[in-house]
């Protein structure tokens, strides 16, 4: 029954390194995101994608790219990790409401990362 | 900038009682207020939402009581249960659904 697939549970990686966060769903959704969930700031918007190809920054873009090629799958960029970018990453897929009537995020189960 | 703003940061509640959360929140446009709950390791998930032309939604143990003119909405849990322990997550998004900003979460323990 699982819905938003994140490739890993935990990662660990060097500073500087190039880390690629992937997210698939199969919900057939249009809309898709990447969070950040830290202690005290609850979860925090770095990018979003509404169609294939497109994205929009959220909050916190800085240190972050994301690619969406098929719509089924979104990936999240770090382009040189850092160790304030040690976090729990999450991606959520939502319908487009104007087309379906429906709300509502669905997430994954997160991927704790660790920048040391 | 918090768009939408949650309080308390964490609770504890006695088996049997009723835990509130509140959220406030500015961007007028605004018109889905969902809440989340997550266990952990787990990712949030959808627990109840409201939209602005209705003042209460209850779903179960669980309902929102939505201020359209404080800008403020809320989370009662009546008879609250241990296996409600989770981290509960207040949010707010437009029409388009594709731009949700969250609280920044309450803890909450139901002790026994």
């Known amino acids: 029954d699982v819905k938003v697939t994140q490739s890993s549970r935990y990662l660990v990686k060097r500073t500087g390194e190039k880390v690629f966060l992937e997210c698939v769903q199969d919900?057939?959704?249009?809309?898709m995101f990447w969070y950040r969930q830290d202690p005290g700031l609850g979860l925090r918007l770095i990018y979003f994608?509404?169609?294939?190809?497109?994205?929009e920054k959220g909050d916190i873009p800085e240190g972050y790219s994301v690619s969406r090629e098929k719509k089924e799958r979104f990936s999240l960029i770090l382009e040189s990790a850092s160790t304030n970018q040690t976090s729990m990453y999450l991606c959520?897929?939502?319908?487009?409401?104007?087309?379906?009537?429906?709300?509502?995020?669905?997430f994954g189960s997160g991927t704790r990362l660790t920048v040391v | 900038q918090q768009q939408v703003k949650q309080s308390p940061q964490s609770l504890i509640v006695q088996k049997g009682g009723i835990s509130i959360i509140n959220c406030a929140y500015e961007?007028?446009?605004?018109?889905?207020f969902p809440w989340y709950q997550q266990f952990p390791g787990k990712g949030p998930a959808l627990l109840i939402a409201?939209?602005?032309?209705?003042s209460e939604k209850k779903e179960g143990r669980f309902t929102i009581s939505f201020n359209k003119s404080a800008k403020q909405f809320s989370l009662h849990i009546m008879d609250s249960q241990p296996g409600d322990s989770a981290t509960y997550f207040c949010?707010?998004?437009?029409?388009?659904?594709?731009?949700?900003?969250f609280g920044a979460g309450t803890r909450l323990t139901v002790k026994p």
């Open positions: 959520a897929s939502s319908p487009n409401p104007r087309t379906t009537g429906l709300y509502g995020y669905t």
């Open positions: 994608s509404y169609d294939v190809k497109m994205k």
């Open positions: 949010a707010a998004s437009r029409d388009n659904n594709n731009d949700m900003r």
């Open positions: 961007n007028t446009a605004f018109d889905y």
């Open positions: 409201i939209r602005p032309d209705v």
């Open positions: 919900m057939d959704h249009e809309n």
